[in-house]
């Protein structure tokens, strides 16, 4: 919201050093400041659609980041805990602690 702020501050800010400085009849510097003003109020309605189609979205993939961390969470403390439980079996008869089974 920062940057939108901003970019209506430089807008308002625009215009009225425009309005000092322009050489031409008051109408038709207040025609060109109407156009402008319509576009910033478009502009501002097309940020409001994106953001109403975007945020769901957005939250949507945070859930499922989220999700997806606490499943390999969960998976790391089942290998860590395993590891501190029986060892591994190799597949060459090895009980997995570097010498073979007898």
Known sequence: MGYVRGVMHGMVIGTAIG????PQ????????????????????????????????KAQSAARSVAEAAVSVRDTVEKIRHHEDGEPYVSVNGGN????AAP
Do not use: D, H, N
């Open 96 to 99: 997995g602690r570097g010498s």
């Open 25 to 56: 009849e008051g109408s038709r510097t207040r025609a060109q400041i109407a156009r402008a003003v319509e576009q910033g109020r478009i502009g501002m309605q097309r940020a409001q659609e994106t953001a109403r189609t975007v945020v769901p």
């Open 19 to 22: 309005v000092c400085i322009a």
